[in-house]
Antibody, heavy 123, light 107 residues
Framework: EVQLLESGGGLVQPGGSLRLSCAAS????????MSWVRQAPGKGLEWVSG????????YYADSVKGRFTIPRDNSKNTLYLKMNSLRVEDTAVYYC????????????????WGQGTLVTVSS | DIQMTQSPSAMSASVGDRVTITCRAS??????LAWFQQKPGKVPKRLIS???SLQSGVPSRFSGSGSGTEFTLTISSLQPEDFATYYC?????????FGGGTKVEIK
């Protein structure tokens, strides 16, 4: 069974930093793209960042470009989101989601999702 | 970047109603589109991939259609457990983008 377990959320002041983790199990982690998706309170889903299975290619939404990075450690089956210069508008539940298999089915995106971790940016 | 315009943003419907939700892409995305359902306090669940392919275990009253720039999610006969928010996602190119969501409420 595929499982994704996020951790690392919490309360941080504006301008601060935080690192989220997503521990994956039940599939060959290094073969799959992964993404972070967030949802601000009462709002819709926003894709934040993605990374290829090998880690060679990374992608970011304009709203976080230059502030967030998305490394992965395939030896630990773990995805990260490093968030710097946090803003009040970054407050959200952050989900990690399994993407498509590199060089595999191009349609198998975002199934499943983790349970999410809440990041609150406030003074 | 590809924008996804989803409509309506909210709707009221009764059990048994036929419901149609639309997503329009700002440029052609072939069939690189998925639909998700999210209930309050829950994680999003994928219903449809490749614009029209129903996920295993999803009731057959859900269907998807479209290609290029216009897509629809149809619920043929709304059931009590279908009251939720629905999102489309384009994965044709990065940055990936979701539609704004459609909240389906009980009339």
């Amino acid at each position: 069974e595929v499982q994704l377990l996020e951790s690392g959320g919490g309360l941080v002041q504006p301008g601060g930093s935080l690192r989220l983790s997503c521990a994956a199990s039940g599939f060959t982690f290094s073969s799959y793209a992964m993404s972070w998706v967030r949802q601000a309170p009462g709002k819709g889903l926003e894709w934040v960042s993605g990374i290829s299975g090998s880690g060679d290619h990374t992608y970011y939404a304009d709203s976080v470009k230059g502030r967030f990075t998305i490394p992965r450690d395939n030896s630990k089956n773990t995805l990260y989101l490093k968030m710097n210069s946090l803003r009040v508008e970054d407050t959200a539940v952050y989900y990690c989601a399994k993407g498509r298999k590199d060089y595999g089915d191009p349609y198998n995106w975002f199934d499943p999702w983790g349970q999410g971790t809440l990041v609150t940016v406030s003074s | 970047d590809i924008q996804m315009t989803q409509s309506p943003s909210a709707m009221s419907a009764s059990v048994g109603d036929r419901v149609t939700i639309t997503c329009r892409a700002s440029q052609g995305i072939s069939n690189y589109l998925a639909w998700f359902q999210q209930k309050p306090g829950k994680v999003p669940k994928r219903l449809i991939s490749a614009a029209s392919s129903l996920q295993s275990g999803v009731p057959s009253r859900f269907s998807g259609s479209g290609s290029g720039t216009e897509f629809t999610l149809t619920i043929s006969s709304l059931q009590p457990e279908d009251f939720a928010t629905y999102y489309c996602l384009q994965h044709n190119s990065y940055p990936l983008t979701f539609g704004g969501g459609t909240k389906v409420e009980i009339k």
